[in-house]
């Protein structure tokens, strides 16, 4: 009508408000999601926990079929955790176990301390070349550790150096780990378990845990502890989180679609069939697992990927943010990448609960988690400043996107304490409640920033690493 002014403040008040209320009921519908994964988690450790109770797991390391085990072990300026990475992998508890460590062309003296601390000795670099990767520049047998098989190659980023290894491999399975992962003694014996019990398994993952703060003497841990610095106990909680009750509890909703890159066991013919790692990505750990499941479905082939609790590996995680900014803008950078490159199984009823439930919640929770999070956080700001939005609403906000959260992470550390109690101390039990309580308070504010960062980037078309710093693990 003639006249009417037309409020644009009120119409931009409820429109924040609404966008607030949907903001709202997307982590309240996440967060409930998380709740079922949590309990999906409970049942499935309970289930874990009975099966493995009587089991003598110590039979395998005198048993004829226990399949051959490679660990693959790509090291670029390692030099500082090398040798503590190697020996604590040679002394595995496996029967046919090689262990191969591929000098992905360091700068730093990664292979001279190899040479002096294993005593190695050139020999004739024979195999097959069935992966193309960067020239090979020679390979180190050990007098003293005839399993221990080093490579020695031009510099092609990860993704080839675990390529390289593969070529040279001779294990039935390989286990792929980062050169700063310490791996628990009993590790692979665990970790074989679901391949010697099914033909459809065609990998599996361990849990990884934070060494920073623990007492490390020989390259074991031989005190698990939490770190008291923010970074690496934020970090402490992270990981607690992601693996006992993200992925556990992913076990029997689809199965894992991610396997950490520091910690994995593969088949080596099936890997090698589908084209080993894929080079022009930076999250290439989950697009191979993304790979492998997609094709085994596709070929009929074995297709499941299970996540076994109680494997552990211990790693050095970044202390200072910019490193930390780096990790997880790559980690975003990787997801995205591999959401985009098998976008095809997205409400795919081919692929199962694989392409109905776990690819629908990696893109809509994992992938633009940071983007909703950022945009409901800078609205609340503007609507507290506006008064478009009150207090009480503001408070409801809070509790439903951090509240609710951390009552599922404190649910974790109960798991983590009646499951395996790997803190033995309790005050390590109330230092990683203090870093629970803590991290919405600023840290997981910041790895919004870091995340939302790596998808710009991606769209942007960056595919590079960025430099980690590692500091050596404390003895």
């Not at 072990?73 to 040679?90: G, K």
């Not at 934020?234 to 950490?260: C, P």
Request: glycine share 10%.
């Amino acid at each position: 009508m003639v006249g009417d002014v037309i409020d644009w403040g009120g119409l931009a008040a409820s429109g924040l408000v609404r966008l607030e209320i949907v903001i709202l009921g997307y982590f309240l519908l996440v967060n409930s999601f998380y709740a079922v994964l949590l309990v999906s988690a409970v049942l499935e450790m309970v289930q874990h926990l009975r099966v493995t109770w009587l089991e003598g797991r110590w039979r395998v390391l005198n048993s004829r079929v226990a399949p051959t085990i490679t660990v693959l072990a790509p090291a670029h300026d390692e030099a500082p955790t090398i040798a503590a990475s190697v020996r604590a992998l040679l002394a595995l508890y496996y029967p046919n176990l090689e262990v191969i460590i591929v000098n992905d062309g360091s700068t730093d003296p990664t292979l001279d301390v190899l040479r002096r601390e294993f005593d190695l000795i050139p020999v004739h670099p024979i195999f097959q070349r069935r992966l193309v990767t960067e020239p090979v520049r020679g390979l180190y047998r050990s007098p003293s550790h005839p399993s221990l098989l080093v490579v020695d190659k031009d510099n092609g980023g990860k993704a080839d150096a675990l390529n390289a290894g593969l070529n040279v491999a001779s294990g039935d399975l390989v286990c792929a780990i980062d050169a700063d992962t310490l791996v628990e003694p009993d590790a692979l014996q665990r970790m074989v378990r679901p391949f010697l019990i099914s033909g459809e398994i065609v990998a599996a993952g361990g849990t990884i845990r934070v060494a920073n703060g623990c007492v490390i003497r020989g390259g074991r841990v031989v005190v698990a502890r939490v770190s008291r610095r923010p970074l690496p106990g934020f970090q402490a909680v992270e990981y607690l989180r992601a693996f006992l009750f993200g992925r556990l509890g992913w076990n029997r909703m689809g199965g894992n679609l991610i396997i950490s890159g520091a910690f994995g066991l593969f088949r080596r013919d099936a890997v090698i069939a589908s084209g080993g790692y894929e080079h022009g990505t930076v999250g290439e750990d989950m697009e191979l697992v993304l790979r492998l499941r997609r094709r085994g479905v596709e070929l009929h082939g074995p297709s499941q990927v299970k996540f076994i609790p109680d494997p552990v590996a211990w790693t050095q995680v970044p202390d200072s943010p910019r490193v930390l900014a780096r990790q997880r803008d790559r980690w975003h950078r990787g997801l995205a990448d591999t959401m985009w490159r098998h976008r095809r199984l997205f409400f795919n009823p081919r692929y199962g609960a694989m392409g109905m439930i776990a690819m629908p919640y990696f893109v809509i929770v994992e992938l633009f988690a940071p983007v909703v999070e950022a945009v409901g956080l800078a609205g609340l700001a503007l609507g507290l400043l506006t008064r478009a939005v009150n207090l009480p609403f503001a408070a409801m906000f809070f509790l439903v996107a951090y509240g609710y959260g951390l009552i599922l992470t404190l649910a974790t550390v109960l798991l983590e304490e009646f499951s395996f109690h790997r803190y033995a101390s309790a005050g390590d039990h109330a230092v990683l409640v203090g870093w629970a309580l803590l991290e919405n308070f600023g840290y997981r504010q910041a790895t919004v920033v870091w995340r939302l960062r790596g998808l710009i980037k991606y769209l942007r078309g960056r595919k590079d690493w960025g430099a980690m710093e590692r500091k050596g693990f404390s003895p």
